[in-house]
Every structure is written in C-alpha cells, then in structure tokens.
C-alpha cells in the first residue's frame, strides 16, 4: 500500500458537474482530490481487506441475532422499546439489506482494524463506484498511471444485481433529506442503479412524505408508498412523530430496521464481547463498564449514535486530547481502543470497505490532515497492481 502523487485530470471537475457530482468541493475545499492515489497489491486487497469484510458482516449476523432476542442489549443500544418487535420480525423475516461501509485503519502489512460500521445511511457511494472506476479508465488511457492497472470496485454491477434480487413489487420510492446535496446525490444515484434493475422509481425529500388516515406513508400526489429506500437514519425514524406510523404502515423500507443494530456503535463492544482477540477487532466497551480503566494506550470515545465523526473525542498518551463537536451522546457513548490511522505523507487515511448484499465489493479511501475523519475528508481514487 502506497501513496503515490499524481497528475489530475484537467477536466475533471467539468465531468463530475456534467455527471450531476455536485459535491466534489465541500466549503470551499476538494473533496474529491485525484492529486494522489493509493495502490494496493491484489494479495492486500483479497486478504487484508476482502475476505475480513466477509468475515466481520457474518459475525455482524450473530450480533444480530443475539440482540433482537436480549432485551437488555436492546435496551443497552438506546433502541426505542416500542420498535423492539418491529425490528425482531424484520431480522427474522429476513427483510433484505442493500448496502453497507466498514471503516478500517489498515497500513498495508498489519491486520485491518474494525473502527466501525455504516450501515444504515453511508455516503461516499457514488464517488466509490461510478467516478472512482471513471477515473480508473481516462487515468490509463492519458497515461497518468501505468496501463493494465485494476481496481477493487465491482460496487455498481452489484448494486443493479441486488436490486433485481429484490423482487420489488410495484413502484420504489426513494428519499433523502432536503438542503443536503452529498445525501441528494446518493440518493439519485442509488435511483440510477434501481431503474438499471427494471425498477419503477420515483425520488421525493423525506419532508414531503405524507400519512394518510389508515396510517399509510404517501407521496406529493399522494401515491401510496409500498416500498422506500431512505437515506434517513433509522433513529430518527424511531424518534420522528410520523415514524410511530412505521410498524403499521405496510412498507418494506430499505434498509430494514434491523441494520438499526449493526449502525449503532454499542455493536463494536458487543462485537468484542462475542469475538474478543479477533485480528480484525479492537477492545471496545460501553463507556460505563469498568474496563475501559484497562486502555492505557488510549481511547476513541464515540457516541452510541453519531454521523461524521461527530462529538468523538480521542484520547492519546502523552498528546492533547482531540474532539469533534456535534449534537450526538444523549443516548450514550461506547469506548474503543486507539488505534491510529496509518499517515501516508502527513496524511490520515482511511479504508471504507463496501458490501453489497453483504458481499464485499469494492473499497473508497479517505484522508484528512486530522486523525479523525470527517464530513470534509478527502476522497481518493486507488488502483491495484503489483
């Protein structure tokens, strides 16, 4: 795994605009930055990062299935009681999952760390398949890199695939919160790949659902909603008056309300709790258990419920602690051992390992000059050879 400098496309930013990629500039800054690239070996990329994926999303399963029959780990997760039994008979109506992120610190030699898991509301989606193989194919064909160069990126065709496995009936309707063109644009995305499927679509904001009097969610022309993917985390939901309606609406929704188990931090000391010494994993504990005294190499604190890296606080031996604001933590926080993001030339990278259908899929790199990641990460293309 290396960092290699590189010549940006002169045209990229007219592509990404034409290509409806609005947000690859964030308050003023790149967000996307082909200036550099990382490259991988096939063996890193299979070993190191694909068959973990695989690995960690089945043990995610048990996790799952622990929880939804503990009623103390549900508690434990600050999920709503009300939602309890939703969320049981989603999990064992094997309700199908779409997409998902697992955020590793991975150096290129030592086993991939679990940091967390996306799995109810990832962005990065678009950048990671459709721009990032983009880039691939005109960065050979200009000679920026060398020819015969790969990628670890089959996330689009997957993404087509799992919609067909889907056997919607009727019309998908899809949904992002109004005023955010990262989340807009993910969505309009995912949208492309459903109608690819042979999918009916149709895109609204999530402020524009409406309930009509049986309970069941509506459209701006008041078209019933059978079938949702929402960009729209599933503890809002819970918390939202209108999501009170959910357990009685009739919708399937994507994702299913069991991924609001797997989102939610309190899976990372369940995870260690269940799998303690696991190459992939790190110590982690909920923030009240008197372990956490034993992380004398330091700690990441994170909310039970956060986006963004928002309100983590990280705690490093013999350095001034870091922060993130934000308006997460009421519900709780979990601790988790440090381990630093490897710094490839000043820079704190990343790896988001994707699954789709819970197959890995392909993986997006972010960086930044903090060694906590953000909203305003950079993204970065890679390339795999040897």
């Known amino acids: 795994m290396k960092r290699i400098e590189i010549e940006a496309r ?6 990404a605009e034409a290509l409806g990629f609005d947000f690859h500039t964030m308050h003023g800054d790149p967000y996307w930055d082909e200036t550099a690239c990382y490259r991988f070996t096939m063996q890193q990329i299979e070993d190191d990062i694909e068959d973990p994926s695989a690995v960690i999303e089945s043990m ?8 939804v029959e503990d009623e103390q780990v549900m508690a434990r997760l600050a999920i709503p009681e009300n939602f309890w039994d939703y969320i ?3 999990w064992l109506n094997r309700d199908k999952n779409l997409y998902g992120r697992l955020d590793f610190s991975y150096d ?42 790969d990628q670890f990126n089959s996330i689009h065709e997957k993404m087509v695939q799992a919609f067909q496995n889907f056997e919607i009936d009727g019309r998908l309707h899809l949904a992002s919160c109004e005023g955010s063109a990262e989340d807009e644009g993910t969505v309009r995305y995912i949208q492309e790949c459903a109608v690819q499927a042979g999918l009916e679509t149709t895109f609204l904001h999530m402020e524009n659902i409406g309930i009509d009097g049986n309970g069941h969610f509506t459209d701006r022309e008041d078209m019933g909603i059978r079938n949702l993917f929402k960009l729209y985390p599933w503890e809002w939901m819970m918390a939202d008056d209108f999501g009170q309606s959910v357990p009685q609406s009739g919708v399937t929704f994507i994702e299913p309300a069991w991924r609001a188990i797997l989102s939610n931090k309190g899976l990372l000391p369940l995870l260690w709790e269940m799998f303690e010494g696991h190459p992939n994993l790190l110590p982690a504990y909920f923030a009240d258990d008197p372990r956490t005294a034993n992380l004398a190499g330091g700690y990441v604190r994170k909310p039970l419920l956060s986006r963004e890296g928002a ?6 031996p013999g350095d001034a602690p870091l922060s993130v604001e934000g308006p997460y933590g009421k519900e709780g926080f979990v601790v988790q051992a440090l381990h630093p993001l490897p710094v490839f030339e000043g820079n704190h990278t990343v790896i988001g390992s994707w ?13 930044d000059n903090s060694p906590i990641t953000k909203d305003s990460s950079r993204f970065l293309p890679h390339v795999i050879y040897d």
Do not use: H
């Open 10 to 15: 002169d045209d990229w930013k007219a592509q």
């Open 60 to 67: 995610c399963f048990d996790v799952v299935s622990r929880a």
């Open 88 to 90: 049981r008979g989603s």
């Open 108 to 149: 290129g030699s030592d086993p991939a760390k679990l940091l967390e898991y996306n799995a109810d509301t990832p962005t990065a989606l678009y950048e990671s398949s459709a721009f990032q193989w983009l880039w691939l194919e005109q960065a050979m064909e200009r000679e920026i890199i060398p020819p015969g160069c």
């Open 311 to 316: 309100n983590v606080e990280m705690v490093r």
């Open 355 to 367: 699954l789709v259908a819970s197959q890995p899929c392909g993986i997006g790199i972010r960086e």
